[in-house]
């Protein structure tokens, strides 16, 4: 392309506008979308490990988050914003990215790429399927399973069994198994992308590097142990 | 013209008419101010009118492009590499010196003045010296604004170094890749100008041929590297600043492409060529290892601030360096010249080791080498500083010789690093030719017979910035300069077809020979009779033998693949070709510069104890050779040198 | 040693490439790779067959000219090692050895392992520098700059241009080519004006060409010869957002 062509083509409507479409934009709206949802992720798992204690724990804990009201649908409203963000600006770069790499190269090798980050997408996009499928099992409880079993329907005010659903949830091995190999996504796409966040907003230094790595891969490993714990408890029948 | 005796070819090849230097008159002090002050000036509405061509985009190209561009000139820049920042400037590593004298040491515009017409053997013309020691200071001050991260103190002031054959500190460094760094700065001003639409870049173009119309210059003709295409382009002005010859010796410290096609063609439409047999052999480079070397490797000579360069003293002592003991080494540049030590200037450096070598005490497989021994600094310093220093150097010999220089000495032999002769120019930086500037390492003008440390990058961006763009103007106000040939004129595509002839001529040989088995036949033929030393007998088997070779070159050569698109064979035979005609013509001159001085080392004229000796009253003049054809002797032109301020002295180190 | 070269040909852009299979013979150790490649073109000519291409100048590691994949690792993936300065003494007797060409849109093949980095250039031209007139600078030491930052801007300025990590970039991400000219104008005072400036252009330009996005593989900072550091991406990243807001704020 041509110089002037090039800077024709750089001049952009409106600066919000220009800093969506290019790439480091693209990165910050993944980086801070995949942090909310990070924090999310984290206090789901500590709420929902609630179920190694009496039933009624986690099931006032339901109640407490579904009296929130307008609130809460204000904050699910919220982050199915920036999970979609999150979604749409992955598979817009990975897209972009495919095209600037057309012909793969006969050899590949890699020094410091990791499985990890190398398969993000693949990660993200099971993680999409096991969430829209987690919907369903446990939000609108339209997979039927042999132990689904709500105590009482959803008729408005009603208490709502959190506990026997997730149990029952979990007694079915194949349900399980897709959690598990779930979790092991999830550990897997964070073990990368919450370092990469840093790097993302341009807060890792040379220095810090080594001490983010390390944090990205606990924590990854902290959210694969508390959910694998959860759903290998209940298919195990230590916790009924 | 090998037939011919050098004497005989003196007096019959000598023009009586003298060359003008055109160099204002008057005291020398204030001599570049006046003619700042009388010199011709063009409007900024004029400017836009007038096309320059500059070919090159290294320091001086890159620079002088940038600022002509600035200056509201429309300028079309070329160069061979596929982009303008790959110029052979970015390896320089050392420095580049001026006379800021931040050190307050007592340094001065005088000193650096001195230094370099002294390092020159009183080879160079002194105005032009001048001005360049002058300018030196605005350069550095052009380079911090550009952003050039130079070396700091804690205090965030400029840093310097030592470098050979001064007793000041003036050199302004950035690691020991300074060249990169200037190089990167010119490169990033020129793209601010390709940007802003004064200039037009055009890369992976070589210049083959320079288009005189009516005796000026005025344009070039190129073959695009990647596509093959041939095309013409016209201008008022024509600057070359395509760097030097050293590869003629096929091994020498510049990049592979590096070639004299572009002066030495300006040369054949008329341009005169000065002191071609200048040449400098660099003291501290990678010793060869084996037939298939491309290149050589420079070890900037900075390494001399803090390295000791010693032989053993036995001949033939082949005892690994840490075995000899101390009083079996001989440390021969502090010993010869106790004043400046491993600090004397390059071709005394250069010849010393080269004594050392011819003893028997050389070092390593070869023989050829001697040892650069860091052990006293380390102890002195720590290895932590000596790193800092220079840890990319002692990396880059790692890679290369798989030996590590903290801990055993490095091996260094001299090495064809520069050259100091070129295309003859004036004070204007113009040649002979009208139309026709050449800036940079390409001219011959300001470094005499032996260039020192830090001192190219100087004077490449002191034409490039501050030189050029003034004294351009001078040709460009005159009628002449105003004037653009006709697209269409019947001269142009002769020249055009002239070059593709050219081009299918060596495609067409189709011999069992490949273009760089001459490169590289020639080269060791120049190295062996034109190199560090050279006699009589040596230069007239060379010109014997460099026609022998050309007229095998044409009759056996083979260069696979076609015009048309990319084809590296023909670049390079295109390349040889040329040095095949220049070698001999450096030959030539080498033969009839009948003295020693700086870079040029006549065996026949030593002193006793093996000095250069100089013959001020016969050859204190720049010869200026005018090409009367392939293989006929060339016309010498004689500048006469004269030395109103530096007076002519004795070149001592001791 | 002797050694087996699977070597990428194409003649220019269009043509489609393959990969031919070629035998070296009694190389040196001590030779580098690139004079491995020089004497295999030798016998190719000395037969009448075309050369392999590829680009060569400095052959020290400066100029940022060669390039190549060897094996699937840019420069051969030696640490802070260019092609050139790559020496056969890191191979073995009877090695298979594949050499592929930079891959990236945004370079087009030239010919067998010579691409067309000019957007590197053009990158570069829309706001690599500093905006000052030759010969209004003020003294070189007005301006003082701390060692520190003197010293971070020098590790970024080495950056050679080469492209190896737009080559080592699943993306095809020139990233930390980018970042390492911010980075160095960016840590000096003189650099500051234009800075935001310059990230914006910069960045749009990169995008223009048609370079990929970054998701932090960091196989750049691993194969460039200069060893460049991913930090300069991050301080980039921030820089461009930074800029951003101050544009949309009406800020310049
Ligand atoms: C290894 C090394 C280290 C050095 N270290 C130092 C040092 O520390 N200090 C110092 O002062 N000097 C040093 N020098 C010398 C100095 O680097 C050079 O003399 C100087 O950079 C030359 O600059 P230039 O602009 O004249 O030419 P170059 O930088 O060589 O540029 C030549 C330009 O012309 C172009 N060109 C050439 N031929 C053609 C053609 N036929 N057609 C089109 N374009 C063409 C090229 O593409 C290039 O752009 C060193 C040199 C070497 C080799
Ligand atoms: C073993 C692990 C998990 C268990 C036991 C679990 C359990 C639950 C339950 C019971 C609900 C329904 C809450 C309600 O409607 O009251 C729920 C909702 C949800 N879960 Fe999970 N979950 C697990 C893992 C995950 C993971 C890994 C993610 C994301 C990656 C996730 C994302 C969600 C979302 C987005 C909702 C909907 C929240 C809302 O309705 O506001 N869950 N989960
Ligand atoms: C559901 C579909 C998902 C997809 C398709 C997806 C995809 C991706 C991809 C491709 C990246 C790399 C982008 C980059 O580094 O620039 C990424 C990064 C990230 N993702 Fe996801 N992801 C998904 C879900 C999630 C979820 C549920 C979380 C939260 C726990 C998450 C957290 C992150 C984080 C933290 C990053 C790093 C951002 C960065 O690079 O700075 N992602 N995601
Ligand atoms: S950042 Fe490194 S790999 Fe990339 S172009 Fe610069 S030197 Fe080459
Ligand atoms: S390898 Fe590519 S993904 Fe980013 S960190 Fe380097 S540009
Ligand atoms: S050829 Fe110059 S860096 Fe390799």
Redesign the interface.
Known sequence: ?S?AA??A??R?P???G??Y????????IVALSGLVLVGFVIGHLVGNLQIFLPPAYINAYAANLKALGPLLWAIRLGLFVFFVLHVVNTIQ?RQ??????????????????TKA??T?IVSGLILLAFIIFHLLHFTLTAIPTANVHVMEPFTGGERHDVYKMVVGGFQNPAVSIFYLISMGLLCLHLS?GF??V?????????KL?PLLNGVSIALGWFLFLGNAAIVLAILFRFVK | MSTLSPSKTTSDGVMEDTLDGHVPKGPIENSWERYKGEVKLINPANKRKHDIIVVGSGLAGG?SA??LA?LGYQVKCFCY??????A?S??AQGGINAA?N?QNDGDSVYRLFYDTIKGGDFRSREENVWRLAEVSR?I????????V??????????ANRSFGGAQVSRTFY??G?TG??LM?GA???L??Q??AGGVT?F?HCEMLDLIVIDGHAKGIVVRDL?TGEISTHLAHAVVLATGGYGNVFFLSTN???CNVTATFRAHKRGAFFANPCYTQIHPTCIPV??D????L??MSESLRNDGRVWAPKKAGDKRPPQQIPEDERDYFLERKYPSFGNLAPRDISSRAAKEACDQGRGVGESGLGVYLDFAESISRLGVEVVRERYGNLF??YE??T?ENAYQQPMRIFPAVHYTMGGLWVDYNLMSNLPGLHVIGEANFSDHGANRLGASALMQGLADG??VL?YTIGVYLASDAGKKMPKADDPQIAALKNDVIARQNLLLNIKG??????YHRELGLLMWDKCGMARNRDGLQAALQRIPELRAEFYQNL????EVG?????LEIASRVADYLEFGELMCFDALHREESCGGHFREEYQTKDGEAQRDDENYAYVAAWEHKGVGQTPYLHKEPLEFKKAHLAVRNYK | MNLTL?V?RQ??AKSPGR?ETYAAKN??S???F???L??VN?D???K????I?F???????????CSM?I???AHG?QK??TVC?L?M?FFHEGDVI?I?PW????FPI??DL?V???A???I??????????????????A?????GN?EL??DA??C??CGACVAAC????AMLFMSAKIG??G??P??QAERSRRAL?M?????????????????C???CPKEI???Y?????????VA?LK??LGAH
């Not at chain 2, 590499?81 to 790959?86: E, G, H």
């Not at chain 2, 550095?140 to 952003?147: E, K, L, P, S, T």
């Not at chain 3, 891959?103 to 945004?106: E, G, I, N, T, W």
């Open positions: 392309m110089t090039a800077t083509a750089v952009k409106s600066a919000l220009a800093f479409a290019s790439t480091i934009g693209k990165k910050w770069l972009r990215s495919a095209e600037a790499r057309p012909e793969r190269y006969a050899v590949e090798r890699k020094k410091r790429a980050s190398l993000m990368h370092q990469s840093f790097q993302t907003l341009g807060l890792r230094t040379a590097g | 620079s940038a600022t600035e590499q596929d982009s303008a920042r790959r052979h970015i390896a800021k931040y605005n550095i001050d052009q380079c911090v604004a550009q952003g991260p130079f070396a700091r103190e804690y205090g965030g002031a400029l950035a690691r890749q990169q760094q990167l490169y990033q001003a793209s601010a390709i940007h870049m890369p990647w990049a592979r492409g290892s084996g298939y070397q491309s290149k490797t420079l990396d880059m890679k290369i798989g910035y501050f763009p069992k020979r490949t273009p760089s088995s083979n260069v696979t693949g698109g990319t084809n590296q064979a | 699977k990428w003649k220019d990969f190389i040196s001590h030779a580098s690139l004079e491995m020089d004497v030798e190719l000519i000395a009448g067959e075309e050369p291409h680009d060569s100048d400095c052959r020290e590691g400066i100029c940022g000219t994949v094996n699937g690792l993936g802070g090692t300065q020496h003494r594949t592929e891959r990236a849109k945004p030239v010919r010579v067309n980095r000019t590197f250039d053009r570069i031209q829309a706001g690599g520098y500093v905006s000052v007139r030759t010969g209004s600078a003020p003294d070189a030491n301006i003082p700059v701390p060692k003197a801007s020098m300025a080495q050679i241009g699943r993306n095809a991400s160095h104008l840590y000096l003189q650099g252009a960045v749009r330009t990169h995008d223009v060409e048609g370079f990929g996005s970054c998701t932090n593989q960091y196989e900072e691993a194969v550091s991913v930090a991406i991050a301080r980039m990243n921030r820089d461009f957002a951003n544009e949309a």
